[in-house]
T-cell receptor, first 116, second 111 residues
């Protein structure tokens, strides 16, 4: 089954304790992204990756790191989490458009992070 | 980046047609318009995508005027299960440009 998986699904941590949220896709997609979702603010892109070893900042990259060492994995790293990073996080993957065909992102189930 | 503006919320009744309009005045030539649906605590799910004129699939229609500065998602005969947040996304997802979702429209379908 084609899917994007994230782990953990729920995480409660304390300020300053480094954490990693993993994201993996089995569709051989080149593109992967991380988003955070906060009430009233919709989805905001944190980082995206066009391919292995190619990453770039989205709208809200401060406080986050990413890496893309393998095509299927795109972990999100919070080196020193703070309470304002409490949010719902989504990973997504997609492939480059080929001609006029419909193109879409596939989203993971989400990771709810609470930083106290 | 093309920013989008949508109504914050809409109410409808079962069986009615619902039209949600998205404004995107700064849309670029290469940008496509995509709509996603999101249920609480789930990831967004693709509904429909278009570049110009009208696109229809099994769940919705998308109307895009000639100037492409807005688009309208049309959901025929909604049911209670269509209650969700609907996002309009403008961008070229096949390029290196970052993508920006709007705040979405909360659609509530009433019995």
């Amino acid at each position: 089954e084609a899917q994007v998986t994230q782990n953990p699904r729920y995480l409660i941590t304390v300020t300053g304790k480094k954490l990693t949220v993993t994201c993996s896709q089995n569709m051989n997609h080149e593109y992967m992204s991380w988003y955070r979702q906060d009430p009233g603010l919709g989805l905001r892109q944190i980082y995206y990756s066009m391919n292995v070893e190619v990453t770039d900042k989205g709208d809200v990259p401060e406080g986050y790191k990413v890496s893309r060492k393998e095509k299927r994995n795109f972990p999100l790293i919070l080196e020193s989490p703070s309470p304002n990073q409490t949010s719902l996080y989504f990973c997504a993957s997609s492939s480059p458009r080929q001609g006029p065909n419909t193109y879409e992102q596939y989203f993971g189930p989400g990771t709810r992070l609470t930083v106290t | 980046l093309a920013k989008t503006t949508q109504p914050i919320s809409m109410d409808s009744y079962e069986g009615q047609e619902v039209n949600i309009t998205c404004s995107h005045n700064n849309i670029a030539t290469n940008d496509y318009i995509t709509w996603y649906q999101q249920f609480p605590s789930q990831g967004p799910r693709f509904i429909i995508q278009g570049y110009k004129t009208k696109v229809t699939n099994e769940v919705a229609s998308l109307f895009i005027p000639a100037d492409r500065k807005s688009s309208t998602l049309s959901l025929p005969r909604v049911s209670l299960s269509d209650t969700a947040v609907y996002y309009c996304l403008v961008g070229d997802e096949g390029s290196a440009r970052q993508l920006t979702f709007g705040s979405g429209t909360q659609l509530t379908v009433l019995p």
